[in-house]
């Protein structure tokens, strides 16, 4: 069963403008951790940000933030003002005991 | 820190014959690490984890014999592909977590063509 849904396969945004890339996930361990990673074409895979199922806050990490509604089961990533190199796709991960599973992604175009 | 070493980034080999790909873990241990495969405008998806001094363990679906794992040490996995056909051509990318951390780092991937 799918256990990470990301539901935007592609993405616009205009540069400067802030972007939210949606992610929801599905697990019965009250333990886990949810990521973001950038994959821009070169194939590396950059973290981005982390949120544990614990924590009280939102992840903040710069320019990308994590809003976690832990009810709805859902970890989108608000990514503000947006640049031309944020062009890429994102992953959204779910980690529970040691796997770590990944969203199908969503490819994110900044426009000039 | 915790920095993953991933080599070759990128191989063509011909049909029938094997690859090895290596996984490193340049400045901490790692029990375990993972290989991924991913295929052109898809997601990761997780092959085997690779466990240090024990055998790996495959996700359903992934021929053992075709994709060998070796983990020799606590700084090394490699992946081999054997007997490789055209339908092995993917990137593959391995990942790793110090101990005690939440992060997985991943290394650079490993473009493999299989003509």
């Known amino acids: 069963a799918q256990k990470i849904t990301q539901t935007q396969p592609g993405m616009f945004v205009q540069e400067k403008e802030a972007v939210t890339l949606d992610c929801t996930y599905d697990?019965?361990?009250?333990?886990?951790?949810l990521f973001w990673y950038k994959q821009p074409s070169s194939g590396e895979m950059i973290f981005l940000i982390y949120?544990?199922?614990?924590?009280?806050q939102n992840a903040t990490e710069g320019r990308y933030s994590l809003n976690f509604q832990k009810a709805r089961k859902s970890a989108n990533l608000v990514i503000s003002a947006s640049q031309l190199g944020d062009s890429a796709m994102y992953f959204c991960?779910?980690?529970?005991?040691?796997?770590?599973?990944f969203g199908a992604g969503t490819r994110l175009t900044v426009k000039p | 820190g915790a920095v993953v070493s991933q080599h070759p980034s990128r191989v063509i080999c011909k049909s029938g014959t094997s690859v090895k790909i290596e996984c490193r873990s340049l400045?901490?241990?790692?029990?375990?690490m993972f290989w991924y495969r991913q295929f052109p405008k898809q997601s990761l998806m997780l092959m085997a984890t690779?466990?240090?001094?024990?055998?790996?363990?495959?996700e359903q679906g992934v021929e053992k014999d075709k994709f060998l794992i070796n983990h020799a040490s606590l700084t090394l996995s490699t992946l081999t592909v054997t007997s490789a056909h055209p339908e092995d051509s993917s990137f593959y990318i391995c990942?790793?977590?110090?101990?005690?951390?939440?992060?997985?780092?991943f290394g650079s991937g490993t473009r493999l063509t299989v003509v």
């Open positions: 990942s790793a977590t110090p101990t005690a951390s939440y992060g997985y780092t």
């Open positions: 949120q544990g199922s614990y924590d009280q």
């Open positions: 697990t019965s361990d009250p333990s886990y951790g």
């Open positions: 991960a779910m980690r529970e005991g040691n796997d770590m599973r």
């Open positions: 690779s466990n240090e001094g024990s055998k790996a363990t495959y």
């Open positions: 400045d901490f241990q790692a029990t375990t």
